[in-house]
Structure formats: structure tokens, C-alpha cells
């Protein structure tokens, strides 16, 4: 690791949006400031067309980066990455609150969904690498005609709260422009009761593993 990332302090960062918000590609832009960086990957090649966008995904993504795919039992998933890892990026709850309600594991009740959330949450915030995590902000149209839909929509909104609760900062991309909803220190509101505050992130350039130093400057993420 290099002495850069050795000083480096590990931060959570959340990252929301509609469709074809830009999040992403926002989310990815991030993590590139990283070393060595884990992209966990929670979609599954379910029809021809998902298996396309999957490939897609894969080619657009640095070779160097090590991809793992978790549909589910995402919070095993984010302990093991950050072990060998500077950054761990998390594309996306959107996908994976929807794979957890197809097999029935961890929906059928709101204790079950909470148990559900606690654990992606303290794994990410446990977590031994800074961790960037990509979602749908649901809670912006209609209401769902079905109950499963609304169902889905309670979810994802709920994770997401607790996810944000957690991050030193939140990110909401508007047609692909950036805008902060949260930084740490600024008026922050408690934890989920357990005494964790966000810090302050300091992200300095390093390399890439060939030698070659990222061009931007120091980057502050909070």
C-alpha cells in the first residue's frame, strides 16, 4: 500500500438519484481516487438483456479493479472486500433490497426488513476500507398501484435513511450534476444510536499500480 493510502482515514460515502441520473458513472469518478478498489456488483444476469448491460458494466470498469458479485448477503460481502481494499464500491441497494425480496429472505415482516438494513449497515460502518454507495431515491414518484410495489418502495426508502444516516456524506445527482445533501460538520444528526458521529475524510492522489499518480490534486471528501 502506498504511504498515501496508509494515512488515509476511511469515510462512507452515499450516492443517490433517478435513472439515468449519472450516479454511477458520479460513484465510479470517486472511487478512481482510490488504489486499490473492490466493486461489488449486486445484479444478476436474470435475461439477455441484463446479462448485456452486465458485460456493458464490466468493459466500462477499470481492468485493475476487482469485481465481486453479491445479489445477496451483501454485508458478508462488504466485510470480506474491505479487508484487501482501499475503497469498496456498491453498485447498487436498488438491486439488491429488489433480489432480497424475490427470495423471500428478510421481507415478510418491517422486523425482518430492519434486521435486513442493520446488518448492510454495520458492515458498512465496521467496514476496514472507505466504502462509496450507490441508490435509487424512490421516494419522489407516484405511489406504487400494488402493494408489492409500495412494499419495495418502503424498503429501499428505509435503507437508504439508515445508509445516510451513517455516511460523512451524501450525494444526490440531478441529470448528471452533483449536489450535497450532507457533509460532515455540518449540522449532523445522531447515529442509529450506537455513538458512531461521521468524520472528516481527507483523500489524497495515489497511484494506480503502474506508477502513474491520478492528476487531480487534493481532494476533499467528507
Not at 14 to 21: P, W
Not at 30 to 41: K, N
Not at 53 to 79: G, M, Q, S
Amino acid at each position: 500500500m502506498s504511504p498515501e493510502a496508509e494515512t488515509r482515514k476511511k469515510s462512507v460515502t452515499l450516492v443517490l438519484g433517478g435513472a439515468q441520473s449519472g450516479k454511477s458513472y458520479y460513484a465510479q469518478q470517486l472511487a478512481s481516487h482510490f488504489e486499490r478498489v473492490a466493486f461489488i456488483a449486486t445484479a444478476r444476469g436474470t435475461d439477455a438483456e441484463m446479462r448485456r448491460k452486465i458485460a456493458r458494466h464490466r468493459r466500462e470498469r477499470p481492468a485493475e479493479w476487482r469485481t465481486i458479485e453479491a445479489p445477496l448477503d451483501l454485508e458478508k460481502a462488504v466485510r470480506r472486500a474491505s479487508r484487501e481494499s482501499d475503497v469498496v464500491l456498491v453498485d447498487c441497494l436498488t438491486v439488491y433490497v429488489d433480489n432480497v425480496m424475490s427470495a423471500g429472505r428478510k421481507s415478510r415482516s418491517k422486523s425482518d426488513w430492519i434486521e435486513c438494513i442493520n446488518a448492510v449497515c454495520d458492515s458498512i460502518r465496521t467496514a476496514e476500507a472507505s466504502v462509496i454507495v450507490v441508490s435509487n431515491e424512490v421516494g419522489s414518484g407516484v405511489v406504487p398501484p400494488y402493494r408489492s410495489g409500495r412494499a419495495y418502495r418502503n424498503f429501499l426508502g428505509q435503507m437508504n435513511q439508515k445508509v445516510a444516516q451513517i455516511a460523512d456524506r451524501v450525494i444526490l445527482m440531478v441529470a448528471g450534476v452533483p449536489m450535497t445533501v450532507k457533509e460532515s460538520g455540518a449540522s449532523q444528526e445522531q447515529d442509529d444510536g450506537n455513538g458512531v458521529r461521521p468524520a472528516a475524510h481527507e483523500v489524497t492522489p495515489v497511484t494506480n499500480g503502474s506508477g502513474k499518480r491520478h492528476s487531480r490534486s487534493r481532494e476533499i471528501f467528507k
